[in-house]
């Protein structure tokens, strides 16, 4: 008569090895993965006074980004800058300039988020004074030529202004629309002599 316990226990002892070997590989796999720093967000560049151009197809500059300091982070290629610039130029009308405190530029600078004290300018022109929009925060799409913020926004050209809150800005036609709350004093210019 045979002795199933007597048998069995070399191959319950051979699959018991077997499980703990697995998990131990797994163990070790996972913590060489957490260490070669792709999971982290560590920078991997700096950059002292950066500059950024983009030309149209006609080889003028669509878009100009500037930055003291540019941190580049590679686990999703995406870059912050510090005290941030982006100058937007057009065709037969004044550049438009964004400038914050900070910015974070996504991979391939398709999409750029300004905080802290944002500032769009557009500048005089003889005909219209300075306008400058105020807002907190601002999401820029430089090729496409447009931006949008959820915030409340403040615009004054000259002594008019306006407030509200959320606007699309749209450099392709030169638009500005407030979304919700808007109020405002237009004070007509006076015609200079």
């Known amino acids: 008569m045979k002795h199933w316990p007597s048998q069995l226990f070399p191959v319950v002892l051979l699959a018991l090895l077997a499980g ?17 720093g792709k999971l982290r967000h560590d920078p991997d560049a700096i950059a002292e006074n950066f500059v950024a151009r983009r030309f149209d197809e006609n080889g003028l500059v669509k878009y100009r980004l500037t930055a003291p300091y540019l941190v580049h982070f590679p686990d999703d290629d995406s870059s912050e800058l510090k005290s941030p610039v982006l100058i937007s130029y057009r065709q037969s009308a004044p550049p438009i300039e964004v400038t914050g405190k900070n910015a974070r530029v996504t991979a391939k600078g398709e999409t750029i988020y300004i905080w802290d004290e944002v500032r769009v300018t557009r500048a005089a022109t003889p005909e219209r004074p300075e ?6 925060d601002l999401t820029a799409q430089p090729d496409a030529g447009t931006a949008f913020t959820n915030s409340p926004v ?19 036609t030169s638009t500005l629309v407030l979304q919700s709350q808007v109020t405002g004093m237009y004070i007509r210019p006076r015609p200079t002599p």
Do not use: C, H, Y
Not at 20 to 36: G, N, P
Not at 131 to 136: G, I, L, S, Y
Not at 156 to 167: D, E, L, M, R
């Open 20 to 36: 703990l070997s697995f998990m131990l590989q797994r163990a070790v796999d996972q913590e060489e993965a957490k260490q070669d």
């Open 131 to 136: 306008m400058v929009a105020r807002m907190p």
């Open 154 to 172: 403040e615009i004054t050209q000259g002594q008019s202004w306006i407030k509200g809150v959320g606007a699309n800005l749209d450099n392709n």
